[in-house]
């Protein structure tokens, strides 16, 4: 499999005028094949940049929510919270919890906070943007966001403290939404 790039093509020719621009590899190799989609797809397998990777926070993961921030919040740290991302996930940014309340359900759902860590408009944020999504191979998986914080800084592990968006409801035991927070 070869990438070319097309120089010209005159309406008169048959065929367009183009030049040679790499090798991805032998065809039907997995590799190669691989190559070819998030080429055809334009699915970003690079590194980050270096400024999009100076908005993180220095303190890396050594990083602390300051108390300033936790008392803008509403503090759900005593409430029992389960993740729905799969067993080996590393990046766990959903979650719910629930409890009885009198005859209803307090239903949360919770998901990571990330424009705590992403300004809109800065470096990390456009090249999230032009990232668009993680994607998962079977072998690998390119994240939208350094892993500094898909991994951890926005990963809701047990026993950690994160900040999360959440939606609390009260439903009813039929189903029905009777509050929304």
């Given amino acids: ?10 309406p008169a020719d048959r065929y367009p005028r183009g030049h040679y621009v790499e090798a991805l590899g032998e065809r039907g190799d997995k590799a190669t094949e691989t190559k070819v989609l998030l080429r055809e797809l334009d699915i970003a397998t690079g590194a980050f940049a270096p400024e999009a990777l100076g908005c993180l926070p220095l303190e890396g993961a ?4 300051p108390s300033a921030e936790i ?4 503090d759900l740290r005593a409430v029992d919270v389960c993740s729905i991302d799969p067993p080996g996930c590393r990046d766990i940014d959903d979650a719910l919890h629930c409890v009885p309340r009198g005859a209803n359900f307090e239903v949360g759902v919770h998901i ?9 408009g800065s470096p990390l944020d456009l090249e999230a943007a032009r990232r668009g999504t993680s994607t998962y191979l079977v072998d690998r998986r390119l994240d939208m966001l350094p892993s500094l914080l898909t991994a951890d800084l926005c990963s809701l592990r047990a026993d950690v403290d994160r900040l999360a968006f959440s939606a609390i409801l009260i439903v009813s ?6 509050e929304r927070n």
Wanted: charged share 15%; net charge negative.
């Fill in 112 to 120: 990571a906070d990330v424009t705590h860590f992403v300004a809109s």
């Fill in 1 to 10: 499999r070869v990438v070319v790039a097309v120089d010209a093509w005159n």
């Fill in 71 to 74: 008392a803008t919040r509403v």
């Fill in 62 to 65: 050594a990083f602390i929510i």
């Fill in 173 to 178: 035991p039929d189903g029905t939404v009777l």
